[in-house]
């Protein structure tokens, strides 16, 4: 166990690294030429793979074309060097920007409908390359395939075999590729990534546009893939369409899903398996089918984190075992100290007229409401009311028939749900939606990706720019922890709290942000009564600090308690808006939650509804 | 003419497919990337069946439908059933295509056979074209199936109970629908269907396991075209395939008739992505 | 809380149930007899649709029993309950929209095992009772009105020759007179026979034909009673906006 420990203490990334010297030192090793191949076919595999990976694992979307981009960089990088364009660096680039374009524009329409058409059209690609490579047949030397190539050089210098100075290359475009996913993958972008991934709905009410971040996925993996084709032209200096067809295709994905799509060096394990593995034994190709099919069988059904996800488990329970941290069962009865807050500056929320209707059934009927910071304005009525449609409307995910909704004095009627919660409103769902794998201070940093903003690129090369942004991320989030009590548990699993934690941490996510107003969806639900008290507390903590709170609520009496403001649905209209006094006196209240008819009682008050029910009820 | 015939009958295959993406969509919503392997199976079986072994026709399709009912029956129970995400059924539905492409190869080589028709395979010239009674064997066939499916799904119990579970799982239930075994039913009666459809197909396309995966790519536009779940939009998408494919190779030359069909399957998802006869559903969240 | 002194057809104890993580139903009991009506009132967000959809087999129950007819019936799933005689109208009226009506009956029947033939005179049992499904057999369900629909609805559920009708909400989103005309079709099949779980959020029309009264808050029952016994709807009232203690 104390091995383990000391292992544990260095940090993670020394033991890739130190892998990757080791594979960059190979040849002095003295290890035989097939062996060098071997490794060299094993890193632009396993650069292929990776954009597979960034768009399925972290994304969630199934593009099948980088078999095409990697055709695409192959022969990019192969027409420059028989054009006498040798220099290995300009290669790249020209093969990586080939492949970005290619990725870009085919998964814009790949991306219109949903799962399946992007993974049919991407695997049409596929599909396409043969043909394609003949239309320029007289370029591309067709079916015959592409000679001529010349051997790479760098600055001038012809990189010579014999030296496996090539080799070098490869692996170090290998390593340095791996270093930009993994920059990638840990930051606020990665948690991006798999917040989208988990729920597009989410992602949006956050401020991520969900079209444009799972088009990034997309293009973003299509830019190794068209790097490893340029290393794999100058492999052989010859390359043919026959391998880049389907079954390159679908060991891509085999390799993929075995060495586990979500995790940075799943890539790497893969390849090293496909390659190493099967592809060694001479009638292979024969079987070669056979195995990959029976791979993404067993992957898809069993290994659904693949190896990667077994090792991170064995990790954790040596963890376990050694007494290491962020494996205590966190103690929510606990209470951290709590600050003042900060003032947080809502804004009014003005819904004028709203009219939404589905298909014959008219959801909202010219509703209005207003809420004010400083405030909790309560949005009650029985079901079928339109709360839910008030609240979807309000952010963005329905467009009214007509009316408007303004924030301050923005209107945000029509605004897709990305761009409302740019303007400030934060929700919180009735499921927490929170990712796996991310400690309880990460996701509720989540919160200000849209707020505070940062390139890729200054996240990749770890930029000034970058390392501000995130001394503010955790800053903020450590605050907005402290605000709701929770600030003891910031090292936890997020997921892997109980709902009433979860509830406070979405809260958090959603304060961290600075919104212009707040939308509580029904946060007091399945929640004990200690809970329901420190969410009851919270929500007074932020009223009073200015906050504009829209509370959507069926416990009654909690709305009673906080609220100040009071607003019924009922059958998608505002029967009353008042002070809860008020509310509870209204006999047309009375009415829609106790079903009973005005009109035929004529009664104004509720001694005289009783006297009425009564008298009913006992004819 | 003859284009058009011939175009006509590639449709109908692609037509053929998209009935077996329909039916197993409709019942499980599920995509079946596998489908058109086990159709190819079932060309292989026939060719084993009429020329190997050289048995009669109605023995052979027996063997075919059976072999492939069994195959699909197994597929859903491995690959399908326990996999709970679309995503991954994609994967699990593309390995079983692979293995199956991988097998196919291993039992049969990778050139080409040639399945005969059990029908004449003389020429016959219809309305200036020439054709083969295979072809208008497979038109009638995609045409008889649309109708008849259709038929069946608003005319029998099941058939309303499948046209139940695709528009509300739950209430279908609540009908007393076992709906996980009729899901198991349909995918292994397309399966079946795939099957016996082998001994159609095979003659015009061969028997050769490599054209599965254009096979299943196409019949995808054609369900792109018409819309899920839409079988008369099942016939018109592929159709349609069939008729740009054969007229790009004619005037174009035979590299660009896959050009020519992936730009129509991008057209469709830029302008109608839920097809021609598809619903698009108001997003819920 | 006997409503009759006879055995009940459906007898929940304790019942735990939720939504995967969710608790929704904490602790519930209640029993619903043959030919009798029992009330299950309270708020949106009760439990009341909950607790149904554990009683029905659509989620799966963590804690307590339900017992159908003398058996346990906890394990068996959702669409052998509808076999055994057990059938759920859901609320939201929620008939297959792109089917006619007749079609959605005959789906309806789907337990009986009859031939579509034989199914179509069964339903004609149904229209006797709901003449406006008569009139409109051969619409599409998603074109009628609200009140329609929840009549096929019931329809729907009643081609099954239940036992026991759980019914969700009919009277939501309908019109006072509608909703009188579904309570007085309630009262028809109560005295036929048939024991009916009446989950409402509108109480006098749930009062109209309970017998007993069982009233839900937050997962839990606050109040339970037989109808007669309920002189002062203040009472129930005060067990609906949870003032009520115990």
Redesign the interface.
């Known amino acids: 166990m104390q091995i383990w420990r000391s292992l544990r203490a260095v940090p993670s990334w020394i033991y890739p690294l130190a892998l990757a010297v080791l594979v960059l030192f190979l040849p002095a090793l003295g290890i035989d030429f097939a062996l060098i191949r071997q490794v060299q076919l094993a890193c632009i595999l396993a650069l292929v793979v990776s954009g597979l990976s960034l768009s399925?694992g972290y994304a969630?979307e199934?593009a099948l074309g980088q078999a095409a981009m990697y055709a695409a960089g192959a022969y990019t990088a192969g027409l420059m060097s028989i054009a006498g364009y040798t220099d290995i660096v300009l290669q790249l680039v020209a093969a990586g920007l080939v492949a970005l374009a290619v990725g870009v524009v085919t998964g814009i329409?790949?991306l219109?409908?949903g799962?399946?058409?992007l993974?049919?059209?991407s695997?049409?690609l596929v599909?396409?390359v043969?043909?394609?490579i003949?239309?320029f047949g007289e370029t591309t030397g067709g079916r015959g395939g592409l000679i001529g190539i010349e051997p790479a050089t760098l600055f001038g210098h012809v990189l010579d075999p014999e030296n496996n100075e090539f080799y070098l290359v490869i692996v170090v475009v290998t390593i340095a590729w791996f270093a930009v996913m993994r920059n990638l993958v840990v930051s606020r972008h990665g948690i991006a990534f798999r917040t989208l991934k988990q729920s597009p709905?989410l992602a949006s009410s956050v401020g991520v546009s969900v079209f444009r971040m799972k088009l990034l996925g997309y293009a973003i993996g299509a830019l190794p893939a068209g790097l490893a084709g340029a290393l794999f032209a100058n492999i052989d200096m010859f390359v043919t369409p026959e391998a880049f067809g389907?079954t390159f295709a679908?060991a891509v994905?085999?390799a993929c899903?075995l060495g586990g799509a979500a995790s940075v060096y799943g890539a790497l394990i893969g390849a090293a398996i496909i390659q190493f593995g099967p592809n060694q034994a001479s009638d292979f190709q024969?079987?070669?089918?056979?195995?990959?099919?029976?791979?993404?069988?067993?992957?898809?059904?069993l290994l659904?984190g693949g190896l990667a996800k077994f090792g991170k488990a064995a990790m954790a329970r040596l963890d376990r075992a050694a007494g290491l941290a962020g494996t205590r069962t966190p103690d929510p009865a606990a209470d951290g100290p709590r600050p003042a807050m900060d003032l947080m500056e809502g804004r009014i929320l003005v819904v004028d007229g709203i009219s939404k209707a589905?298909?014959g059934n008219q959801a909202l009927n010219n509703a209005s409401l207003s809420a004010e910071p400083g405030q909790v304005t309560a949005l009650i009525g029985?079901?079928?009311s339109g709360k839910?449609t008030m609240l979807?409307m309000i952010?963005g995910?329905?467009k009214p028939d007509s009316g408007r909704i303004l924030i301050g004095d923005n209107e945000v009627q029509g605004l897709s749900p990305d761009r409302v919660a740019r303007v400030g409103v934060a929700r919180t769902f009735q499921?927490p939606n929170i990712p796996e794998h991310i400690t309880v201070l990460e996701a509720v940093a989540s919160g200000r990706y849209s707020t505070d903003r940062v390139s890729m690129v200054a996240t990749v090369l770890r930029l000034p720019s970058y390392r501000r942004v995130r001394a503010a991320d955790l800053a903020e989030a450590q605050r907005a922890l402290e605000m709701v009590g929770m600030s003891h548990l910031r090292d936890e699993t997020a997921t892997a709290l109980p709902?009433g934690m979860r509830r406070l941490l979405e809260v958090a996510r959603s304060v961290v942000a600075e919104p212009r107003v707040l939308l509580l969806d029904?946060v007091a639900?399945?929640l004990d009564e200690n809970e329901v008290e420190r969410l009851a507390d919270l929500i007074r903590d932020l009223r009073d600090a200015g906050a504009t709170v829209v509370l959507v609520e069926?416990?009654?009496?909690l709305v009673l308690e906080l609220a100040n403001r009071i607003v019924v649905l009922a059958?998608g209209a505002v029967i009353a808006d008042g002070s809860p006094a008020e509310i509870e006196q209204n006999p047309r209240v009375?009415s829609e939650?106790?079903?009973?008819?005005v009109e035929e009682t004529g009664a104004r008050t509720?001694a005289d509804e009783?006297a009425a029910?009564?008298t009913?009820?006992?004819s | 003419m003859t284009i058009l015939w011939s175009g006509l009958a590639l449709g109908a295959v692609y037509t053929l497919v998209a009935i077996g993406y329909n039916i197993v969509f409709v019942s499980s919503n599920t995509f079946n990337f596998a489908q058109a392997q086990l159709m190819m199976v079932g060309t292989f079986v026939a060719y084993t069946g009429l020329v190997t072994l050289k048995l009669p026709v109605l023995v052979v399709a027996v063997m075919a439908t059976v072999t492939v009912m069994i195959l699909a029956g197994l597929e859903e129970v491995i690959a399908v059933r326990p996999v709970k995400d679309h995503q991954n059924q994609l994967v699990t539905t593309l390995g079983v295509a692979t293995l199956i492409s991988g097998a196919t190869q291993l039992i049969w080589g990778s050139e080409p056979l040639t399945v005969p028709f059990f029908g004449s395979n003389e020429p016959i010239t219809l309305l200036g074209g020439r054709t083969y009674p295979v072809e208008i064997a497979l038109l009638v066939l995609a045409i008889v199936l649309v109708v008849l499916l259709g038929q069946f799904s608003k005319r029998t119990v099941t058939g309303l109970a499948l046209l139940g579970i695709s528009e509300d799982r739950e209430a279908a239930m609540l009908r007393g629908v076992n709906v996980r075994a009729l899901a198991l039913a349909a995918f292994a009666a397309s399966g079946a269907l795939a099957g016996f459809l082998g001994l159609f197909v095979g003659p015009k396309t061969f028997a050769v396991a490599t054209l599965g995966s254009a096979l299943a790519i196409k019949g995808f536009v054609a369900l792109a075209i018409g819309g899920f779940g839409s079988l008369p939009g099942a016939l018109v998408g592929g159709l349609t395939v069939g008729l740009v494919e054969s007229y790009a190779a004619l005037e174009l030359g035979s590299e660009y008739s896959n050009i020519a069909v992936f730009v129509v399957l991008i057209v469709i998802l830029m302008v109608r992505p839920a097809g021609l006869f598809g619903r698009v559903r108001e997003r819920v969240v | 809380m006997t409503a009759g002194a006879t055995t009940p057809l459906l007898s929940v104890r304790n019942l735990e149930s939720g939504y995967g993580d969710l608790r929704v139903v904490w602790d519930v009991s209640l029993d619903v007899w043959p030919g009798k009506v029992t009330a299950l009132l309270g708020r949106n967000g009760a439990g009341k649709t909950s607790t149904l959809r554990a009683i029905s087999g659509l989620n799966k129950i963590s804690a307590g029993s339900v017992e159908f007819d003398g058996q346990d019936i906890s394990k068996v799933p959702a669409h052998q309950r509808v076999r055994r005689g057990i059938a759920y109208v859901q609320e939201g009226k929620r008939v297959f929209h792109r089917q006619t009506v007749e079609q959605n009956l005959i789906l309806g029947g789907y337990v009986r095992k009859m031939r579509r033939s034989a199914l179509k005179q069964e339903v004609a049992r149904i229209y006797d009772l709901f003449p406006i499904l008569g009139e409109k057999r051969g619409l599409l369900a998603g074109s009628m009105s609200g009140g329609q629909q929840q009549m096929l609805a019931i329809g729907q559920a009643l081609m099954a020759e239940p036992t026991l009708l759980l019914l969700d909400e009919p009277s939501g989103g309908l019109a006072p007179v509608i909703v009188n005309e579904v309570m007085e079709r309630v009262s028809v099949l109560k005295e036929a026979g048939l024991a009916v779980l009446l989950v409402e959020q509108a109480v006098e029309a749930a009062m109209s034909v309970a017998d007993h009264v069982t009233v839900l808050d937050i997962g839990r029952v606050v109040m339970d009673a037989d109808a007669g016994d309920i002189d002062d709807l203040a009472v129930l009232r005060d067990a609906y906006f949870g003032r009520v203690g115990g």
């Open positions: 399925l969630g199934l329409p790949g219109r409908l799962s399946w058409s993974a049919m059209t695997f049409f599909l396409l043969p043909d394609i003949a239309v709905v389907f679908t994905l085999a899903i024969e079987y070669a089918l056979v195995f990959y099919g029976g791979f993404l069988i067993v992957g898809g059904v659904s589905f298909g029985p079901n079928g839910t979807n952010c995910f329905y499921t709902l029904e639900s399945g069926h416990n009654f009496r059958q009375l939650y106790l079903g009973v008819s509720i009783e029910l009564s009913e009820v006992k």
